[in-house]
């Protein structure tokens, strides 16, 4: 067994190639987004948004939860890949198929006709997702997240320009498409070309009914929160209009890519991690109290000074016309804040092989939150993002509870954790929403802004000798050693 010294360095490297890879990605598609937003239109972004919405539910299938399923096995066999890999293609060929025949009664629905060619075109997506679960499952369970990088960052690359090319050539919400589907094609040959596995020419149901077993619970669970998460877009894009709909999408595209980012990061990287001390708790809830506090000094602020800096930001990344997606920007970012938090505890959870739990979880949470929307549905669309900015908080609660049994890590704990970092980031929220009174330029306003969020933060740390702070600065010098050290040996 290896020491934890040595798990501690793989951890850290994977999680450093991972936040490359997010990073990478996120950075790139986010200036992509940003270039396309001055040349489509919010109409634009209220059909693809209605579409996602429909993918990413038929997407829910076709991942059944296998992938994670064969990370988390500890004696995975290669009759389990390939199982896998042939029955994941004939779930996104049927899932295709269902999308093609309901397409024209979505199209009714929402009344777009548009939406019929779209969402037929746009489903093709499935098979290629399909194409790369396995494929993502090894490179995962092997923590070789550099190649996810190479893989990742190309194509979102090549996919941005042909995006931008088809954009200003005037294909309006094609742009969109053809962009997402040559990003699947491409990530689907970079993976093929890199992971060295190949499908061998067998199947056994009983493999793929043991992995199920536990997949089975994390599909139903990614179905209901796939449901509940783009519910919002449903009712926006059939209660009100295509333009607001879009000025919700870009409202949380922002918040969206600096979370899944860290988010996407920690929970790639400390799923395998977390299961590799499924049996040892102590360590395991050691690793947890690390994810939480650590992405919470990071998120916090993060989305707090994104909160308060949005309309400056709004104005000189997408013009004025995007102006009306503030608000959705800034409600984005309390619900957002505490995704990192979700996540440590879920994939805890999963670690120790309890997807049950994990379920269980969803059920509750899910029903509070519909329960939270109808409510607030009549009121408005302001009201129902506030409404969910406080279920996500009750949320983060509900994921915090069975932890404490399962690891000896209690609610109450979890927010002594977190509590420094969040009260600073409001502070901080305070402090840079105080600059709009010096009525300066757009420019002027947005720099200063970032400036004083963040010199207050990082002093009020440095002066209050925050753990979590004091451990970055060590782990980020430790890095710094060991990588002078390795070319002095060189």
């Not at 991972?18 to 940003?34: D, Y």
Request: hydrophobic letters at 50%.
């Amino acid at each position: 067994m290896e020491n934890n010294q040595i798990i501690k360095g793989k951890i850290i490297k994977n999680l450093v190639w991972k936040f490359l890879e997010r990073g990478g990605v996120q950075g790139v598609q986010f200036v992509i987004q940003i270039v396309l937003a001055r040349i489509l239109t919010p109409s634009d972004y209220g059909v693809t948004g209605i579409i996602t919405v429909f993918i990413a539910i038929a997407n829910v299938f076709v991942q059944s939860g296998f992938g994670s399923a064969l990370i988390q096995k500890k004696d995975t066999i290669e009759e389990d890949y390939s199982s896998v890999f042939y029955l994941n293609i004939l779930i996104s060929l049927i899932m295709i198929g269902i999308l093609f025949m309901t397409a024209p009664a979505i199209s009714s629905f929402y009344q777009m006709e548009i939406l019929i060619p779209v969402l037929r075109v746009q489903s093709l997506i499935l098979i290629f997702n399909a194409f790369n679960v396995v494929q993502n499952a090894v490179l995962q369970k092997n923590m070789q997240f550099k190649k996810l990088f190479y893989a990742s960052l190309g194509a979102i690359t090549i996919s941005g320009v042909f995006g931008i090319f088809f954009a200003y050539l005037g294909a309006g919400v094609w742009a969109l498409v053809f962009q997402q589907l040559i990003n699947a094609l491409v990530t689907s040959i970079i993976l093929w070309i890199i992971v060295k596995w190949r499908p061998k020419h067998v199947f056994k149901l009983e493999n793929v009914c043991h992995l199920f077993k536990f997949g089975s619970r994390l599909l139903c669970s990614g179905l209901i929160d796939t449901l509940y998460n783009n519910i919002y877009p449903l009712i926006i894009g059939k209660a009100y209009s295509q333009e607001n709909l879009g000025y919700y999408n870009r409202g949380y595209q922002i918040p969206s890519v600096l979370v899944n980012n860290i988010n996407g990061s920690i929970q790639g990287v400390l799923f395998p991690a977390f299961a590799k001390y499924q049996d040892n708790r102590p360590r395991l809830k050691q690793l947890v109290r690390r994810s939480i506090v650590t992405s919470s000094f990071l998120v916090f602020p993060m989305m707090a000074g994104l909160a308060a800096c949005s309309e400056p930001l709004t104005v000189i990344l997408l013009t004025d016309k995007w102006l009306p997606s503030v608000p959705f920007m800034q409600l984005s970012c309390i619900i957002y804040a505490f995704w990192p938090i979700h996540t440590a505890n879920l994939q805890a959870i999963n670690a120790v092989g309890r997807s049950d739990v994990f379920l269980k979880l969803e059920i509750i949470k899910k029903a509070i939150n519909i329960g939270a929307l109808f409510i607030t549905v009549p009121m408005g669309i302001y009201p129902m993002l506030i409404g969910s900015c406080c279920t996500s908080v009750l949320g983060a609660a509900i994921n915090a509870w069975p932890n404490r049994k399962l690891l000896n890590y209690s609610y109450f704990e979890q927010v002594k954790d977190i509590l420094p970092s969040l009260v600073l980031s409001l502070i901080m929220c305070a402090l840079c929403f105080l600059v709009f009174l010096l009525h300066l330029g757009t420019w002027a306003t947005l720099i200063i802004q970032i400036i004083t969020g963040t010199v207050f933060y990082i002093t009020a740390a440095w002066l209050l000798k925050l753990e979590c702070f004091t451990y970055l600065l060590n782990t980020i010098k430790s890095g710094l050693s060991s990588r002078k050290e390795h070319k002095h040996a060189t």
